[in-house]
């Protein structure tokens, strides 16, 4: 599919790179906002699985730079912003960027650190593996990122905080809310207008982080395994009992975004300028570093007749 083509068959593609965000993303957490008002009293900020960096656009304007901008702002009340990724990220004006696996107890030091004993208000977690295309397989690698970034949130989260998590709709989801509530007080599966229908993720809202009495951070699995089984829905062992009969929990699902705002699955015309033709826009910030990079230069090279694949070995 060429640039323009692209820019007709996704709206919010084309919309990004008008707006500067460096990727469609973007309003995905513009949306999630706007239903929940997320970044309301925010000034701490941990944004994981973060490149290329979209996201962390977003938390550096809505908070860094109107903090930084203001009059009377003090360089010690400028909100922090910690964005980790796997890949390398181009700069963010505000984001602290640091390049790390977050199943990786190391990186979550390495956050924690950078927060030096202050607690964030607020993490998200836009993480989503090499979708493999098999629906059990890709769930389970993303529960994995979720559970990644939930012990981060165990060690990281104030009291009352919020946590936003990408989420694949699956036979496990109803385990998961109930994970979840464990923690938070109000969980909301939400469904932003820019998530294309046809894609199962949707992403977890966890408002007023609240651990159970007593609850000590090393004994996350534990707990976590106690709610239930990963077996599926129907045979959730909830040790509380409120997921059994007449108590079963249903999920609150809620679509966001302004229901009469652009519609993802939909292809729209595109807008003519002065000469009458139209020009697609380059990307805003492609990922520097990808793990498909290796890949496209192949490509490349065999489009341009080069051809010979064993001397680009995947071997750097
Ligand atoms: N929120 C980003 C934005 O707006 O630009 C997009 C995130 S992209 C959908 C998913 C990201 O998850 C990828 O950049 C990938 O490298 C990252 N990721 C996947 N597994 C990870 C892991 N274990 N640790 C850190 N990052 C990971």
């Not at 973007?26 to 309301?40: G, H, T």
């Not at 059990?136 to 990644?148: G, K, R, Y």
């Not at 009495?213 to 829905?233: A, I, M, T, W, Y």
């Amino acid at each position: 599919m060429g640039k323009a083509s692209r820019d007709k068959r996704d709206i919010y593609y084309r919309k990004a790179k008008e707006e500067g965000w460096r990727a469609r993303s973007a309003f995905k957490l513009l949306q999630i906002d706007e239903e929940f008002n997320i970044f309301e009293g925010v000034k701490h900020v941990v944004d994981l699985c973060a490149a290329p960096g979209s996201w962390s656009q977003v938390l550096s304007r809505k908070l860094y730079l109107p903090a930084k901008l203001s009059p009377d702002s003090k360089e010690s009340d400028l909100p922090l912003i910690v964005a980790i990724d796997l890949q390398p990220m181009a700069p963010i004006e505000g984001v602290i960027q640091v390049q790390g696996d977050i199943t990786n107890a190391r990186t979550a030091e390495v956050v924690i650190r950078h927060f030096d004993g202050c607690k964030a208000d607020l993490v998200v977690c836009d993480g989503a593996p090499d979708v493999t295309g098999l629906h059990d397989m890709d769930e389970f690698v993303q529960s994995q990122l979720i559970l990644a970034g939930l012990t981060i949130v165990t060690h990281i989260l104030k009291k009352g905080g919020k946590f936003i998590a990408k989420i694949f709709r699956g036979k496990d989801t109803s385990l998961l809310y109930c994970q979840l509530k464990l923690f938070f007080t109000d969980v909301t599966f939400a469904k932003p207008k820019s998530s294309r229908n046809s894609s199962i993720e949707a992403f977890a809202v966890c408002e007023n982080y609240s651990p159970p009495e007593g609850f000590n951070e090393k004994d996350l699995h534990r707990l976590l395994e106690k709610v239930g089984s990963p077996s599926g829905g129907d045979d959730l062992d909830c040790s509380s009992g409120w997921l059994e009969g007449p108590n079963k929990v249903y999920i609150p699902f809620l679509a966001c975004g302004d229901l009469s705002g652009y519609d993802s699955d939909r292809s729209y015309p595109l807008p003519k300028v002065a000469e009458g033709t139209y020009q697609s826009l380059d990307p805003i910030q492609p990922p520097i570093a990808p793990p498909y990079k290796r890949a496209l230069e192949m490509k490349k090279a065999s489009n341009h007749g080069i051809g010979d694949f064993d001397k680009l070995s995947l071997d750097p």
